[in-house]
């Protein structure tokens, strides 16, 4: 365990077990189109469904993560809450490697403009109002010079909510198991009325019909931050985290039936899922040292303290390389495929580690492989038993 710059706990192996999540949605974004087709082929549909809520649950994890880290501090009073302070550590945090990789992704818009082919056509505008607004990160259009970014409207508007969930939140010794899954459920049945009201009413906001990416997506993933919450105010045991991977299991095998009043699955149910069993994960690992052993392997920490840079940057990186493939292939196929994988995974794993070395590492805290560049270069890192529960 460390400190960061205002004395606040640093937990390292939850680096290695944010390394993981990167992994998952560098995974889904390469792989996903062509693995849910196996189902089908097999004449499995339904497990189509599990196979695409399992390689989109690394931003589950990420936002339970990111709940539990900002809240922790504030809801166990270790730090006083103070508005400019926390908007200067939230904006400082996340804007400048956001801006610099907003720059990339803009380029990499306007070479695709320049020498087009059959991969795909690039409708999003260049322009001066275009870059501004995209520049305010919060976004009501769902248009975007690299489509990962929608998922940040998620972050913001969890950051805007922090002061409220502070003032209003129970305190540790008031979280019983009862309050606990009363509040959950209280929070899955709201998510689900509003969901539904702006589906039949106020669709540009959030509709079941059709998915637009921006901030009112938000609707699918409130009992992430939720369960973050719970995990910042108090220490559960290894039984409650059992009890949560349990219902968490049994929710995941439940979103994937067909709900016929919704007419389609009740996708968001599958992100409270895998929010709750992400919870038991990292609850296991608070209590179970072979966990945190596992999660404090070197190269998971070295890849989860780039997971920001990472997951800024790939998916403009992915574009670039599929475009540059397109002009010596015809069509999606096997060479196409082969091609374009080999060359962005790397590539973009590179482009992350120059974000994160040039500008990010400037900007975040507590860091263990800030100075390690390269990955095989882990061998000078040693954590020693800092991750040791106290």
Request: aromatic fraction near 20%; include cysteine; charge should be positive.
């Given at each position: 365990?460390?400190?960061?710059?205002?004395?606040?706990?640093?937990?390292?192996?939850?680096?290695?077990?944010?390394?993981?999540?990167?992994?998952?949605?560098?995974?889904?974004?390469?792989?996903?189109?062509?693995?849910?087709?196996?189902?089908?082929?097999?004449?499995?549909?339904?497990?189509?469904?599990?196979?695409?809520?399992?390689?989109?649950?690394?931003?589950?994890?990420?936002?339970?993560?990111?709940?539990?880290?900002?809240?922790?501090?504030?809801?166990?009073?270790?730090?006083?809450?103070?508005?400019?302070?926390?908007?200067?550590?939230?904006?400082?945090?996340?804007?400048?490697?956001?801006?610099?990789?907003?720059?990339?992704?803009?380029?990499?818009?306007?070479i695709?403009?320049?020498?087009?082919?059959?991969?795909?056509?690039?409708?999003?505008?260049?322009?001066?109002?275009?870059?501004?607004?995209?520049?305010?990160?919060?976004?009501?259009?769902?248009?975007?010079?690299?489509?990962?970014?929608w998922?940040?409207?998620?972050?913001?508007?969890?950051?805007?909510?922090?002061?409220?969930?502070?003032?209003?939140?129970?305190?540790?010794e008031?979280?019983?198991?009862?309050?606990?899954?009363?509040?959950?459920?209280?929070?899955?049945?709201?998510?689900?009325l509003?969901?539904?009201?702006?589906?039949?009413?106020?669709?540009?906001?959030?509709?079941?019909?059709?998915?637009?990416?921006?901030?009112?997506?938000?609707?699918?993933?409130p009992?992430?931050?939720?369960?973050?919450?719970?995990?910042?105010?108090?220490?559960?045991?290894?039984?409650?985290?059992?009890?949560?991977?349990?219902?968490?299991?049994?929710?995941?095998?439940?979103?994937?039936?067909?709900?016929?009043?919704?007419?389609?699955?009740?996708?968001?149910?599958?992100?409270?899922?895998?929010?709750?069993?992400?919870?038991?994960?990292i609850?296991?690992?608070?209590?179970?040292?072979?966990?945190?052993?596992?999660?404090?392997?070197?190269?998971?920490?070295?890849?989860?303290?780039?997971?920001y840079?990472?997951?800024l940057?790939?998916?403009?990186?992915?574009?670039?390389?599929?475009?540059?493939?397109?002009?010596?292939?015809?069509?999606?196929?096997?060479?196409?495929?082969?091609?374009?994988?080999l060359?962005?995974?790397?590539?973009?794993?590179?482009?992350?580690?120059?974000?994160?070395?040039?500008?990010?590492?400037?900007?975040?805290?507590?860091?263990?492989?800030?100075?390690?560049?390269?990955?095989?270069?882990?061998?000078?890192?040693?954590?020693?038993?800092?991750?040791?529960?106290?």
């Amino acid at each position: 365990m460390g400190k960061d710059s205002n004395g606040a706990e640093r937990f390292h192996f939850l680096d290695g077990f944010r390394g993981i999540s990167t992994a998952l949605v560098v995974l889904a974004h390469s792989f996903m189109a062509n693995i849910i087709r196996l189902p089908f082929i097999a004449k499995l549909p339904f497990l189509s469904g599990l196979i695409v809520d399992f390689l989109s649950c690394g931003l589950d994890m990420f936002f339970v993560l990111s709940g539990m880290v900002i809240l922790r501090p504030y809801l166990r009073k270790e730090r006083k809450f103070k508005v400019g302070n926390y908007v200067n550590r939230r904006m400082k945090r996340l804007y400048p490697p956001y801006f610099f990789a907003l720059v990339f992704g803009w380029l990499a818009i306007c070479i695709i403009k320049m020498y087009p082919s059959w991969y795909m056509g690039i409708w999003v505008d260049v322009g001066p109002w275009e870059f501004f607004k995209q520049a305010l990160i919060l976004n009501f259009d769902g248009v975007y010079y690299n489509l990962a970014w929608w998922s940040l409207n998620i972050e913001i508007v969890f950051y805007l909510l922090v002061p409220l969930i502070i003032l209003v939140f129970p305190a540790a010794e008031k979280i019983t198991q009862s309050k606990l899954w009363t509040i959950t459920g209280i929070a899955v049945c709201c998510t689900i009325l509003l969901q539904l009201y702006t589906t039949y009413y106020i669709p540009v906001v959030f509709s079941f019909k059709h998915i637009v990416s921006h901030v009112g997506t938000f609707l699918n993933y409130p009992v992430c931050f939720l369960m973050g919450a719970f995990l910042a105010t108090k220490d559960f045991d290894k039984k409650e985290g059992y009890q949560f991977l349990a219902v968490g299991i049994v929710l995941i095998i439940i979103s994937s039936v067909y709900i016929p009043a919704i007419n389609m699955r009740y996708y968001p149910l599958a992100h409270t899922a895998y929010a709750i069993f992400s919870a038991g994960m990292i609850t296991i690992g608070f209590n179970s040292k072979s966990f945190r052993d596992f999660w404090s392997k070197p190269g998971l920490i070295w890849l989860g303290e780039r997971s920001y840079s990472l997951y800024l940057i790939h998916f403009s990186v992915f574009y670039l390389t599929d475009n540059f493939v397109a002009h010596f292939t015809t069509e999606k196929n096997l060479y196409y495929g082969l091609f374009t994988r080999l060359i962005f995974i790397p590539v973009s794993l590179f482009a992350s580690m120059l974000l994160f070395s040039f500008v990010e590492r400037r900007f975040a805290h507590g860091l263990v492989t800030e100075n390690i560049f390269w990955p095989w270069q882990l061998y000078r890192l040693k954590l020693g038993k800092e991750d040791e529960k106290k």
